[in-house]
């Protein structure tokens, strides 16, 4: 065993031992069923317990820095440029160099690197804030921090989607992650692996449109969500492809998934990479992106820690 892990069990166990011994000094010093030496003897083990399992032997928030410092990350962010996949309606991104080291003709000035952008909030790998889709519900800079480092549950299911590219993540699958790794933990956040990022930054790829023009790509379902969100109560969500709902609804403008999601006043991420580097259950994922007041959406920086 190692010793942190000693440490941690040492501590346990004497808290138990501090509370027992607690309860029965208070017992034999209220009835007197004790002598007076015994009673001292007692008094002075409570003493030694409490200071042994003080606060202090609890590691400081630098000693958990260093341990996750040693374990592996995993971004599972995508670069993102003009041109990438995106939604059909959102323009493409433009950027500008407007400072550049040298004298140029077409910047601002010269001494440093700076540069111009112009992209709609969901731009990449992203975050979907409530208030994209539901009017008067939390916008980007309404995220609590404590949201954004989640135990990260992620449902391989990329198998499934190379066979049936219009898959859906059903109730039973998700009930089988638990059947496999237990129950999925209140506030995790929920990724679907999928695959479908290995695509990237193919948009035709990513969109599998057939002949007649409808899109064909993996989403989730709605029994699913609901069990998650509602029974298992977790955070947030994300998946690899562009869209919550499957690419046939999705063709059809329907963005019910996504609208169940958003109108229960949680966030997701779209467009996530690499989940085939992380296990299904064990990790951490951290979901950054700025603070935009007001904002509708931000491209993410999302990366898990491994264990």
């Not at 410092?69 to 500008?96: C, M, N, Q």
């Not at 496999?180 to 995790?188: K, L, S, V």
């Amino acid at each position: 065993m190692k010793r942190n892990q000693r440490n941690a069990l040492t501590r346990r166990e004497l808290a138990d031992v501090r509370h027992a011994v607690s309860k029965r000094i208070c017992t034999w010093l209220d009835f007197g069923k004790c002598t007076w030496r015994m009673r001292c003897v007692l008094v002075s083990l409570f003493f030694f317990v409490v200071t042994i399992v003080s606060p202090a032997d609890d590691p400081s928030l630098w000693e958990i820095q260093k341990l996750l410092a040693s374990k592996k990350y995993v971004d599972l962010t995508h670069d993102f440029a003009p041109g990438i996949p995106r939604w059909p309606g959102f323009p493409d991104e433009t950027r500008k160099t407007i400072y550049w080291y040298d004298k140029r003709p077409d910047t601002m000035g010269v001494g440093f690197f700076s540069e111009l952008f112009t992209h709609v909030g969901q731009w990449g790998t992203h975050v979907d804030p409530p208030a994209h889709f539901i009017k008067g519900l939390r916008t980007v800079d309404r995220i609590d921090p404590k949201e954004m480092v989640l135990p990260l549950v992620v449902n391989d299911v990329h198998r499934e989607a190379a066979a049936d590219p219009d898959y859906t993540l059903s109730l039973e699958r998700v009930k089988k992650w638990e059947k496999d790794h237990g129950q999925i933990p209140g506030g995790a956040f929920v990724a679907m692996r999928t695959d479908w990022s290995k695509r990237w930054p193919d948009a035709t790829k990513m969109e599998n449109k057939d002949g007649k023009g409808a899109a064909h790509y993996p989403g989730w379902s709605l029994p699913a969500l609901k069990f998650l969100y509602q029974e298992r109560r977790i955070t947030a969500s994300g998946h690899e492809t562009t869209d919550t709902d499957p690419g046939i609804a999705a063709s059809k403008d329907d963005y019910s998934l996504e609208t169940y999601i958003l109108s229960n006043n949680h966030y997701q991420i779209e467009l996530l990479t690499n989940l085939d580097q992380v296990p299904e259950a064990g990790a951490i994922v951290v979901a950054t992106f700025p603070k935009p007041k007001d904002g509708s959406g931000f491209p993410a920086r999302v990366f898990a820690i491994v264990p």
